[in-house]
């Protein structure tokens, strides 16, 4: 089982994907969308992976697998499913941590510890409160401390009469016996300094000394700040933003009429051209309205007077208007060129006519069809012979063509 950070992105590589028959062969061209791979939180319902990434292809039939934070947002057992058509299913577990106990445990740390917090001692829970009555109850109380620095030298030669430098040990360790009175409560209990060293006042009284020292130097600081050239500049410049503040609050007060006014105008000025546009779009309507009546009066008249004229068209009607229109067109004799596929019906007529009404010479390779005085070759034909029995006349072109 591999453990993941909670509400961290991650690439994992799954697999190994294998061909679902041989159970061996290592599927290398697999399309894993992000709906394919399917994620269980604690046990929970499984549901597609939030990263919308699709698993690429490494090596081997494994694959890298992109998850987002939303996908690691539940610390516990994490579930990857994957089944995907031609290759065996492929189920992995994770163990989300969370962030300070992954940290912990895989952060890089230059002493190789882990960082633990200690939760109980001795089946004591632990408040880890500076005043508290836990672990830190062996150490020095602050508040008591800070007694202490009023303690002067000449205190702790008057007090430090019978006691040993152990029990005076004792005595300071114990938070319970340092309490306002504990200079008088010294001075009281002890004769004569037996066992009290000169070094040993001297470290008492040293760090004493340094302690009030530090409280002097930051009363120090503090006095400076106080007076500091920064205080007054930043002061300076507070000063000119509340002017700046006031100039936009005047400025503000003289764009409101301005305002008001611009929205008279232009409200009057855009419901004229709303008017404008009202008178437009009617007057299109208008004559819309006329264009469908128009087109109705066609639709009702016009066309149907067409198709009634069509459906009374008959072959004899068209024969005759055919017949009508070769009357009124006088006979033209054509030329000697071979008759073109696109003339019109009267020229197409005439060469009917001159083919069947002129004179026509056939010889053992030629047709020829002369003209209406008789006395040249307009048009001739090839007449071939495959040396059977078939004749094949070709298409007439001009005299002896």
Not at 10 to 20: E, N, Q, R, T, W
């Amino acid at each position: 089982m591999l453990f993941l950070k909670a509400n961290t992105a991650v690439d994992v590589l799954i697999g190994p994907f294998v061909d679902d028959t041989d159970g061996k062969t290592a599927e290398t061209g697999l399309t894993i969308s992000q709906a394919d791979i399917r994620l269980s939180k604690n046990g929970q319902n499984m549901a597609q992976k939030n990263d919308a990434t699709a698993a690429v292809h490494d090596e081997l039939g494994y694959y890298n697998c992109e998850l987002d934070a939303t996908d690691t947002n539940t610390e516990g057992n994490l579930t990857l499913l994957v089944h995907e058509s031609g290759a065996l299913p492929v189920r992995h577990e994770y163990q989300v941590l969370s962030e300070a106990a992954w940290d912990s445990m895989f952060a890089a740390k230059d002493t190789g510890y882990m960082n633990i917090n200690v939760n109980t001692v001795n089946e004591t829970a632990q408040t880890a409160n500076d005043n508290g009555a836990d672990i830190n109850a062996i150490l020095l109380d602050t508040a008591e401390i800070a007694n202490l620095n009023d303690v002067s030298t000449s205190d702790l030669n008057t007090a430090c009469d019978t006691v040993t430098v152990t029990s005076m040990a004792a005595n300071v360790m114990n938070a319970s016996a340092l309490a306002t009175d504990a200079v008088t409560e010294i001075q009281s209990g002890l004769a004569t300094p037996t066992n009290i060293t000169a070094g040993t006042i001297a470290t008492v009284t040293n760090a004493v000394t340094t302690d009030s020292a530090s409280r002097t130097a930051s009363q120090a600081d503090v006095s400076s700040l106080a007076t500091s050239t920064e205080l007054s500049t930043h002061d300076g410049k507070l000063d000119t933003v509340d002017g700046i503040v006031d100039t936009i609050l005047v400025d503000t007060a003289d764009m409101q009429p301005r305002v008001a006014a611009i929205e008279v105008d232009t409200g009057t000025t855009l419901d004229g051209k709303i008017d404008t546009i009202d008178g437009i779009v009617d007057s299109i309507l208008t004559d819309t309205a006329a264009i469908l009546v128009d087109t109705n009066e066609l639709q009702t008249d016009g066309i149907t007077a067409l198709i009634t004229e069509l459906n009374n068209l008959s072959a004899a009607n068209v024969n005759a208007e055919i017949v009508d229109a070769l009357a009124t067109d006088t006979y033209a004799e054509p030329g000697d060129e071979a008759p073109g596929a696109t003339i019109s019906l009267s020229d197409k007529i005439n060469y009917i006519y001159k083919f069947l009404r002129n004179k026509i010479e056939t010889t053992q390779t030629r047709i020829h069809v002369y003209n209406d005085a008789g006395d040249n070759k307009d048009h001739s034909s090839i007449i071939a012979d495959n040396g059977t029995t078939t004749f094949t006349r070709g298409e007439f072109g001009a005299g002896d063509a």
